[in-house]
Every structure is written in structure tokens, then in C-alpha cells.
């Protein structure tokens, strides 16, 4: 079976790599960036999923949401939003644009977060 | 003419003339009297006048120092006071406000919505006495078209519609006690984000550990674990309160309203504390309801963090080998929830204060309490937020009952 590959960005390097392993250890192929720029290049390899964190250096989440939903080679690539802010009015302004989910990190243990990416893409399948 | 006769007739006249002497002298002596009588009355009005003119003179002084704006206006809302506060809140002179209708300067605002002069100036026929109509922090836009923030009272006497007055207007500047408290709900949303990412982290690698080494581990040290997790716990859900707290006061909490089953969403947040219970030694029970309940229409997020701020709460207040209980009720339009616990109880004087910010029972409880003072205060927000009420029925030594209320809507609604 061909392993579903899910692209994170996300600059917390203790929470990037606590979720790279999680997601590595239920069976998905992980790619990594720590910021948008990076993140941007790798979406071009199309992955199942992306998993992007809103406060990221440099370029803002919500920017790089908004190119990865104007790009045609990224466009179709769910994304999903890790993030930590409270405030639910970016949280509905990334859904207008075109995430398909939000995960709130500090409410969510590594595993609760792989099995709710699991079943996301259990349903596109 | 014999001569005795023209002397009778002298002696008559002089005696003629001494009678009128008499009269005139009596009319000028009455005269005089009234003369002075009149000055008197002069002069007492003459001082009179100069004591109303000091009155008022005192009352025009005592307005101006008055340090929040006062502005009386008459039966037809026309300024009649316009004391020296109101010239600076406002920006325009009194010489230019007297005799103006209110309406046309001073424009008076709540969350961008006009509050018409008839509704926070309201001019009764009946002989009402006191404060008609009291709002704090409502905006005045000033000439300048600056935006101030002012508590506004209006208050009527009942001798008011003889007099030609309609309304006394009062109005308290808070512009800068409002900035301070956006500076301080800054500050706590901005500390409480930067406290959520290492949270996030301690959290998850704990959690990975605990998963990953359950079957390696000691009884102490899984036992020194579990309390580092539920200390953890107890941190992010100070923090989230905190970050609740800052959206409660500035308003900014929404709503993500969902048709629920709201059994199976306390099945699931009692799931959660079952450790926590199994830990404390305490029993923590669901009665399920016998019949299907309709559902409800609540943010399940917000609720459940109410249904989990309640709960921790009776965990944290309920000595080893208590009891934790929730069930359902309704009442047809309401669906009740309650929460029992046989805990230590609340003090009387205690219960109304319960629900205000920052409120932490003194005493015996406070010693065991690890709360912020914040979990209640949020729940009624959030709960009132959904149209239902919150309450707590508790006695001393013998534990406490929280409960609360959510509308059922039907589907029609």
C-alpha cells in the first residue's frame, strides 16, 4: 500500500517533531518545513494533506494558505490549520478560504491529532 | 352784617380750617408710616433678590465643579443646564447649548446603534421620581467627532414638569478606564497565547511517553506521571480561562451553534475524568436518561467547556471516596443539567458572589482550592450567551448541586 504523504509546517521544532513522529508511527510519509517559504516549495510534490500552523515567521499562515489556494499546482490539496489562537474570527476567515479543518494544539494530545487526520483522509478515499 | 355775626362766621371757618390741619396732619403722619413700611418691604426684597442671585450663583459654581457633565433639559428636551464637565465632554460652549434641543448635540450610542433622547431621556407625564434610565458605557460621539465612553444616568424630579423640567442628565467619562482594561485584557490574551505553545508541548510528550512506556513503568512512577499530567491539565484550562475571560469582556465571544445530542456529549467529557476520578478515589456517575432527549442547540465546544468547568470543580472540592453525580431534567422548553457532588459544601454567604469574577470562597475552602476565580464567571457567561440560566443550590458539610439550563429548540425554531 502506498503511504499517504502529509506536509507540515510548523516552526515549534518540539511540537514539529513530536508530530513528525506520531504521524510517522501510524504509517504516513511525513514532509517538514519550519516556515511558509519552505512549506510552499514542498506543497508542489502534492501531498494528501497539508497540516499548517497560522503564526509561522516570515510569511503568515493565512498568506500561505492563500497562495497555496491560488496556486493550481497546490489548489486541491486539503489543508488543514494547527493552531493556538483563541480567536475565532481567523480561525472562520481560514474555513472561508478554503481549509477543510482546524486542530487546536494545546487541546489535542499527538495521537488525538493523528486519528483525526486519519479519518480525514479515511473519507477521501 | 351786624359785627358779632362776621366774627361767628371767622370763628367757624378757623375752626373748619383747624379740623382739615388735623386730617392733613394725620393722612402725611399715615403716610409716613406707610413710607417707611414701604422701604422696609424694599429693602427686604433688595436682599432677598441678592440671596436668590447668591444661590444661584452657589448652585452655577457648585455645577461647575462638578467633574461629570450635568445637562438638565425642559419638558420639550431643550438644554436648560449645561454646567462647565459637559462643555469639555462634549466640546460645545453653553452659550451655544442652552436652549438647543439635546438631540442635536449630543448623540448618544451603544455598539454603533443610536439610543434615541426618548429612551435615555425618557419624559414622563406621571410625577416619577428618580433615576429613569441608567447605562454604562455608552459612546458620545463629542463635536470634534471624537468617540468618548460615558456612563449615562438620567434622573427626573417630581416637582420637575412645574418647573419646566423634563430630565437631569448625567454623564461620567470612563474613556480612560476602558483603554486600561484593553491594555489589560492585552496583556493577559497575549501572555495566555504565549504560554499555550510550550503547554502544547509538555502535553504532547508527556502524553506520547505515558502511551509508549505504560507496561515499563512502576506504580510510583506511573503515579508521579498521572499527577504531572493532570497538573498539566489543570494549567492549559487555566489558561484557556484566562483566554475566555478576555473574549467574555470585550464581547468578542461567538457562537458556533450545532444540533446536538447533548448526553452523548457529557458521556464523553465524564469519559475524559474518569482518571482523574479513579485517582482522587472519587465516584463519578451519569444517569443516563431512560427516553431520548430532543436535541439541543449549543456551540458543543463552549458547552462542553462549561459541563468540564463544573465538573473539575466537584472533583476539586469532593474528599477521597465522595461521589460526583450528573443527570438531566426538562422542563419542556429547557433542558436541565445538574451536577451533585458531596463535597464540603459552600458557605451561604458565599452563594450570591459566585458567579462574579475573580470570586474565591474564603476559608477552609480556598486553603484546597488550586481555581482561578475565573471557571464560573465564564460558565454563566457562556451559559447566558445560550438563553439558559445557571444556579447553585449548596449547604455546608453537606455538598452542592450545580445546574443549568439550555432552551430546546425545535426543529421549527
Known amino acids: 500500500m502506498v503511504k499517504k504523504k502529509i506536509l507540515l509546517i510548523e516552526d515549534e521544532t518540539f511540537i514539529r517533531e513530536l508530530y513528525i513522529r506520531s504521524l510517522t508511527k501510524e504509517g504516513f510519509e511525513v514532509l517538514a518545513a519550519s516556515e511558509g517559504?519552505?512549506?510552499?516549495?514542498?506543497?508542489?510534490?502534492?501531498?494528501?494533506?497539508?497540516?499548517?500552523?497560522?503564526?509561522?515567521?516570515?510569511?503568515?499562515?493565512?498568506?500561505?494558505?492563500?497562495?497555496?489556494?491560488?496556486?493550481?499546482?497546490?489548489?486541491?490539496?486539503?489543508?488543514?490549520?494547527?493552531?493556538?489562537l483563541g480567536d475565532e474570527s481567523i480561525i472562520k476567515e481560514t474555513l472561508r478560504m478554503g481549509a477543510v479543518d482546524y486542530l487546536v494544539k494545546v487541546r489535542l494530545t499527538p495521537s488525538q491529532i493523528v486519528s483525526r487526520v486519519a479519518k480525514f483522509l479515511k473519507k477521501l478515499d | 352784617m351786624p359785627k358779632n355775626v362776621a366774627s361767628e362766621e371767622l370763628i367757624k371757618e378757623i375752626k373748619l380750617l383747624n379740623d382739615q390741619k388735623e386730617t392733613l396732619d394725620r393722612s402725611a403722619k399715615m403716610l409716613l408710616e406707610q413710607d417707611v413700611e414701604l422701604h422696609q418691604a424694599y429693602s427686604k426684597l433688595e436682599e432677598e433678590k441678592k440671596s436668590v442671585s447668591a444661590e444661584r450663583n452657589k448652585l452655577a459654581l457648585i455645577l461647575s465643579g462638578v467633574t461629570d457633565a450635568v445637562i438638565a433639559v425642559d419638558l420639550d428636551h431643550r438644554i436648560v443646564t449645561f454646567n462647565k464637565a459637559a462643555e469639555e465632554l462634549t466640546g460645545y460652549p453653553a452659550s451655544q447649548a442652552i436652549g438647543k434641543p439635546i438631540s442635536r448635540l449630543i448623540k448618544i450610542s451603544e455598539k454603533s446603534k443610536i439610543i434615541p433622547k426618548q429612551t435615555y431621556c425618557p419624559i414622563n407625564t406621571n410625577t416619577q421620581e428618580g433615576i429613569v434610565f441608567s447605562k454604562e458605557g455608552v459612546q458620545l460621539i463629542s463635536a470634534h467627532g471624537q468617540k468618548v465612553f460615558v456612563n449615562l444616568v438620567c434622573g427626573q424630579i417630581k416637582e420637575g414638569r412645574r418647573a419646566n423640567l423634563g430630565g437631569i442628565i448625567t454623564l461620567h467619562d470612563v474613556t480612560e478606564e476602558r483603554q486600561l482594561e484593553e491594555m489589560k485584557l492585552d496583556f493577559v490574551s497575549m501572555a495566555a497565547h504565549e504560554l499555550r505553545t510550550p503547554l502544547t508541548a509538555i502535553r504532547g510528550y508527556l502524553s506520547v511517553f505515558i502511551e509508549e512506556n505504560k507496561n515499563k513503568l512502576g506504580e510510583e512512577q506511573k503515579m508521579f506521571l498521572n499527577r504531572i499530567s493532570i497538573s498539566t491539565e489543570q494549567l492549559i484550562a487555566l489558561v484557556e480561562n484566562l483566554l475566555s475571560v478576555s473574549h467574555v469582556e470585550r464581547s468578542s465571544l461567538t457562537l458556533n451553534v450545532e444540533r446536538v445530542n447533548w448526553p452523548q456529549i457529557i458521556k464523553k467529557v465524564i469519559n475524559d475524568l474518569m482518571i482523574r476520578a479513579k485517582e482522587e478515589q472519587l465516584k463519578l456517575i451519569f444517569t443516563e436518561p431512560k427516553k431520548p432527549f430532543p436535541k439541543v442547540e449549543v456551540d458543543p465546544l463552549r458547552i462542553t467547556e462549561v459541563l468540564n468547568n463544573l465538573l473539575l470543580n466537584a472533583l476539586t472540592y469532593t474528599p477521597a471516596k465522595g461521589k460526583v453525580q450528573v443527570w438531566l431534567e426538562s422542563d419542556g422548553n429547557n433542558l436541565i443539567t445538574h451536577i451533585k457532588d458531596t463535597g464540603q459544601g459552600i458557605p451561604r454567604e458565599a452563594l450570591p458572589h459566585l458567579f462574579t469574577k475573580f470570586f474565591r470562597v474564603s476559608g477552609k475552602l480556598e486553603q484546597g482550592s488550586k481555581g482561578t476565580g475565573l471557571g464560573l464567571y465564564i460558565a454563566k457567561a457562556i451559559v447566558e450567551m445560550h438563553g439558559g440560566k445557571i444556579w447553585v443550590e449548596s449547604k455546608l458539610g453537606k455538598g452542592s448541586t450545580f445546574s443549568f439550563s439550555l432552551p430546546i429548540k425545535r426543529a421549527d425554531g
Open chain 1, 37 to 84: 517559504k519552505t512549506g510552499l516549495k514542498l506543497a508542489k510534490v502534492k501531498p494528501d494533506l497539508i497540516l499548517l500552523d497560522i503564526m509561522l515567521p516570515k510569511i503568515h499562515g493565512l498568506d500561505v494558505l492563500k497562495i497555496l489556494k491560488t496556486q493550481p499546482e497546490t489548489k486541491e490539496v486539503p489543508v488543514m490549520l494547527l493552531t493556538n
